[in-house]
Each structure stands twice: as structure tokens, then as C-alpha cells.
């Protein structure tokens, strides 16, 4: 990586699956692998699993049921950018099963838009989207996120994103979002909570079957 994040923009929500894939309809994107090893032969053409895997999130987050072991592999962990060529690989070589093998890690010239799952705990009376707990259980939605301000490591020079493409597809996510929805509100033992996400009319329905809101008294509203 040719730099280093240093303030970031951070945007929670939840949307129906349906509606992410709106949300998505006339942008320019492409969901890019940069933080794992890829194949050799691996090239930014991607645009359709983000969809895919939030839908299984998604379901298993509105399924009552608690996470088990094996449900970790459902959390959503990728990235998006508008332009390929911001993203380099460079190759290396690793023995495995006593074989070397060849695979390519990411170059980020500029930054990518982060996506992972936010977490919904209750926090001294409070509702956090800043801690999780073990089980996995607290998982309620995505987030989005992106430097606001970055270091160039050759050089030293501080810059802000703003100016960059990828920011202005960030913005542009975020405003068709938060179109598709209202800050959160909810309900727990009498007393109006509000928690720093987004979230759907068409999502609160079916998310209040989530079975950490569940366990801990809290309707959505």
C-alpha cells in the first residue's frame, strides 16, 4: 500500500437486500480483493458478489437463530473502487503441501471504499455500534468506510480525499442510501435509544427478528 489512512469517513446501515442492489444500479463500481492473496491470473471484472453475500448475511441476521461456528464465514469483508487501475498486484511465490505456489497481493495507489459488518451491543444502558461480542450474535448490518484524510508513505505528504474519484463514489453511496432510509430509533425497557446507524422501512420488520435484538428487549421502530 503506497499510503496510510489517517481520519475516516464511517456510515452504518441496513437495507433489504433488494435495495442494496438499487442503491447500485447506475454507478460506476467494481468489488476489488485487497486485503487477501488472489490468483495469479486474478483481475478486477467483479460486480455482483457484494449482493450474493449480503443476501446470506443478511438472511442469517434476520433468521431469530443464534451465529454458530461455522456462521463466521457469512460476515461481509471487501472492498470497492470505480477504478481497476488504483489497484496494482505484484506476484510472490510461497511453498504449500511442499509445493511453491504463485499468488498476487494488492498495491492500493489510491483508497477503496471498506465494507464490513457493524455490530449492535448495549453499552452501559446505550446502544454501541462500536463493540461486538464473541458469539457474533450483535452483527446487524454493513458498514462503509473511507479515508478522509490519508499519508503518503514515500513522501510524507498529507492529503485529503475529497479531490479523489473513489470519494465521490463513496459520497455518492451514502446519499442513495440514507434516501432508502432514516436514522435508527428503538425501543428498549420504555426509553427511546438512539444508535448510530441507518436502517430501511422495508429492513425494520424483518431485522426485529434478530435474535440478539430479541434477547435483549430491543424493538426497532
Known sequence: MSYSGLKWLKFNFVLHPNELKEVFNDLNYF?????ARVSEDYQIRDKTSI????KAYYDKIIS???WSKEDWKLDIYTQITDNPELVNYEVFEIEEDNEIKRYKRAIQLEPVINVAPFNLTVQNEKLSVVFHDSTRNSSLGIQFSYPKEILYLKTNEVMLTEQLSTFQLYSELIKLI???CKKAKAMKEGK??????WISELAIAEVNSNVNLKSNDIILV
Open 64 to 66: 431469530g437463530v443464534a
Open 31 to 35: 468489488i476489488a480483493i485487497t486485503n
Open 51 to 54: 449482493f450474493t453475500d449480503y
Open 192 to 197: 427511546v435509544l438512539k444508535p448510530n446507524f
Open 178 to 180: 440514507k434516501k432508502k
